[in-house]
Protein backbone atom coordinates (compact mmCIF):
# COMPACT_ATOMS: atom_id res chain seq x y z
CA UNK A 1 0.00 0.00 0.00
CA UNK A 2 1.54 3.32 -0.54
CA UNK A 3 0.69 6.20 1.25
CA UNK A 4 -0.54 8.95 0.66
CA UNK A 5 0.82 12.49 1.39
CA UNK A 6 0.07 16.01 0.19
CA UNK A 7 2.72 17.59 -0.69
CA UNK A 8 2.69 21.96 0.13
CA UNK A 9 4.47 23.75 -2.45
CA UNK A 10 4.09 27.50 -3.04
CA UNK A 11 2.43 28.51 -6.21
CA UNK A 12 4.49 30.62 -8.67
CA UNK A 13 1.10 32.07 -10.55
CA UNK A 14 -0.60 35.29 -9.42
CA UNK A 15 -3.96 35.75 -9.13
CA UNK A 16 -5.97 39.12 -10.47
CA UNK A 17 -8.48 39.94 -8.85
CA UNK A 18 -10.44 42.27 -10.64
CA UNK A 19 -11.38 45.50 -8.93
CA UNK A 20 -15.14 46.95 -9.58
CA UNK A 21 -16.18 50.31 -10.54
CA UNK A 22 -17.36 51.23 -7.51
CA UNK A 23 -13.77 49.96 -5.97
CA UNK A 24 -11.68 51.78 -8.85
CA UNK A 25 -13.57 55.34 -7.78
CA UNK A 26 -12.45 54.73 -3.88
CA UNK A 27 -8.93 53.94 -4.72
CA UNK A 28 -9.40 56.98 -7.35
CA UNK A 29 -11.00 59.67 -4.62
CA UNK A 30 -8.70 58.22 -1.69
CA UNK A 31 -5.10 59.24 -4.03
CA UNK A 32 -6.91 62.36 -5.20
CA UNK A 33 -7.93 63.17 -1.52
CA UNK A 34 -4.25 63.72 -0.80
CA UNK A 35 -3.70 65.96 -4.21
CA UNK A 36 -3.71 70.02 -4.08
CA UNK A 37 -7.57 70.81 -4.87
CA UNK A 38 -6.47 73.07 -7.68
CA UNK A 39 -4.34 70.51 -9.51
CA UNK A 40 -7.34 68.25 -9.41
CA UNK A 41 -9.14 68.19 -12.89
CA UNK A 42 -12.75 67.61 -13.17
CA UNK A 43 -12.75 64.50 -15.24
CA UNK A 44 -10.68 62.62 -11.97
CA UNK A 45 -13.73 63.60 -10.08
CA UNK A 46 -16.18 60.42 -9.78
CA UNK A 47 -19.76 61.55 -11.00
CA UNK A 48 -21.78 61.49 -7.88
CA UNK A 49 -18.95 63.84 -6.41
CA UNK A 50 -19.22 66.80 -9.45
CA UNK A 51 -21.80 69.01 -7.91
CA UNK A 52 -19.89 68.92 -4.64
CA UNK A 53 -17.13 69.38 -6.42
CA UNK A 54 -17.98 72.27 -8.54
CA UNK A 55 -19.19 74.00 -4.82
CA UNK A 56 -16.13 73.32 -3.53
CA UNK A 57 -14.09 75.10 -6.44
CA UNK A 58 -16.15 77.89 -6.70
CA UNK A 59 -16.04 79.07 -2.85
CA UNK A 60 -11.95 78.29 -2.95
CA UNK A 61 -11.72 80.53 -5.62
CA UNK A 62 -13.63 82.58 -3.78
CA UNK A 63 -12.13 82.47 -0.58
CA UNK A 64 -8.22 83.12 -2.40
CA UNK A 65 -10.53 86.70 -4.15
CA UNK A 66 -11.32 87.61 -0.56
CA UNK A 67 -7.83 86.79 0.85
CA UNK A 68 -5.91 88.48 -2.09
CA UNK A 69 -8.29 91.41 -1.63
CA UNK A 70 -6.95 92.14 1.71
CA UNK A 71 -3.49 91.58 1.17
CA UNK A 72 -3.31 87.93 3.36
CA UNK A 73 -1.50 85.28 2.32
CA UNK A 74 -3.07 82.35 0.38
CA UNK A 75 -0.78 79.33 0.31
CA UNK A 76 -2.55 77.77 2.80
CA UNK A 77 -5.99 77.92 0.20
CA UNK A 78 -4.13 77.40 -2.40
CA UNK A 79 -2.21 74.08 -1.14
CA UNK A 80 -5.17 72.70 0.56
CA UNK A 81 -6.20 69.02 -0.61
CA UNK A 82 -8.99 68.02 -2.10
CA UNK A 83 -10.13 66.20 0.40
CA UNK A 84 -9.80 69.89 2.82
CA UNK A 85 -11.96 71.35 0.48
CA UNK A 86 -14.30 68.73 -0.67
CA UNK A 87 -15.41 66.84 2.46
CA UNK A 88 -16.92 69.77 3.96
CA UNK A 89 -19.04 70.80 1.13
CA UNK A 90 -20.41 67.32 0.55
CA UNK A 91 -21.37 66.61 4.29
CA UNK A 92 -23.39 70.25 4.50
CA UNK A 93 -25.03 68.86 0.94
CA UNK A 94 -25.89 65.34 2.36
CA UNK A 95 -26.03 65.41 6.11
CA UNK A 96 -27.13 68.37 7.18
CA UNK A 97 -29.54 69.11 4.22
CA UNK A 98 -28.19 72.50 2.76
CA UNK A 99 -29.65 73.38 -0.44
CA UNK A 100 -28.01 74.47 -3.50
CA UNK A 101 -29.79 77.66 -3.22
CA UNK A 102 -28.90 78.19 0.55
CA UNK A 103 -24.90 77.92 -0.83
CA UNK A 104 -25.89 80.62 -3.40
CA UNK A 105 -27.30 83.03 -0.84
CA UNK A 106 -24.01 81.70 1.20
CA UNK A 107 -21.96 82.75 -1.67
CA UNK A 108 -23.41 86.01 -2.97
CA UNK A 109 -22.65 87.36 1.12
CA UNK A 110 -19.46 86.35 0.86
CA UNK A 111 -18.95 87.62 -2.71
CA UNK A 112 -20.94 91.21 -1.34
CA UNK A 113 -19.92 93.90 0.04
CA UNK A 114 -20.63 92.67 3.25
CA UNK A 115 -16.78 92.49 4.72
CA UNK A 116 -17.31 90.72 7.93
CA UNK A 117 -17.70 86.90 6.82
CA UNK A 118 -15.07 87.80 4.69
CA UNK A 119 -12.65 87.72 7.18
CA UNK A 120 -14.06 84.73 9.02
CA UNK A 121 -15.07 81.92 6.63
CA UNK A 122 -11.62 81.15 4.45
CA UNK A 123 -12.13 77.41 3.93
CA UNK A 124 -14.91 75.06 3.62
CA UNK A 125 -15.09 73.88 7.18
CA UNK A 126 -15.55 76.81 8.64
CA UNK A 127 -18.53 77.93 5.79
CA UNK A 128 -19.84 74.12 7.23
CA UNK A 129 -19.72 75.53 10.75
CA UNK A 130 -21.48 79.02 10.19
CA UNK A 131 -23.68 78.58 6.95
CA UNK A 132 -26.73 78.50 9.37
CA UNK A 133 -25.40 82.08 10.44
CA UNK A 134 -24.80 82.95 7.22
CA UNK A 135 -28.05 81.87 5.49
CA UNK A 136 -30.11 84.20 8.76
CA UNK A 137 -28.24 87.11 7.76
CA UNK A 138 -28.55 86.99 3.91
CA UNK A 139 -32.28 86.82 4.19
CA UNK A 140 -32.89 89.19 7.20
CA UNK A 141 -34.72 92.12 5.18
CA UNK A 142 -32.07 95.19 4.12
CA UNK A 143 -32.33 98.40 6.12
CA UNK A 144 -33.71 101.03 3.66
CA UNK A 145 -31.77 104.47 3.75
CA UNK A 146 -34.12 107.39 4.51
CA UNK A 147 -33.30 109.09 1.57
CA UNK A 148 -34.03 105.56 -0.67
CA UNK A 149 -37.64 105.76 1.41
CA UNK A 150 -37.93 109.35 0.29
CA UNK A 151 -37.90 108.68 -3.25
CA UNK A 152 -39.77 105.46 -2.84
CA UNK A 153 -42.48 107.88 -1.07
CA UNK A 154 -42.12 110.08 -4.27
CA UNK A 155 -42.84 107.44 -6.79
CA UNK A 156 -46.01 106.27 -5.06
CA UNK A 157 -47.27 109.57 -5.31
CA UNK A 158 -46.25 110.04 -8.71
CA UNK A 159 -48.40 106.75 -9.84
Given at each position: ???Q??????????????????????????????????????????E????????????????????????A????????????????????????????????????????S????????????K?????????????????????????????????
Amino acid sequence: MSKQCTKRVQSIASIDKQLNLKQLKLINLKTLDKKPFFKVEKSEIPESYLGCFQWALKFQELFLKNLKNKGAPTKKIEMASLKDFLAPVRLMIEKDGVSEGQLQLAYELLNGSDEFWKGIILDTNKLKEKIGQLIAQAKKPVKIKTMDLMVQHKIQKYD
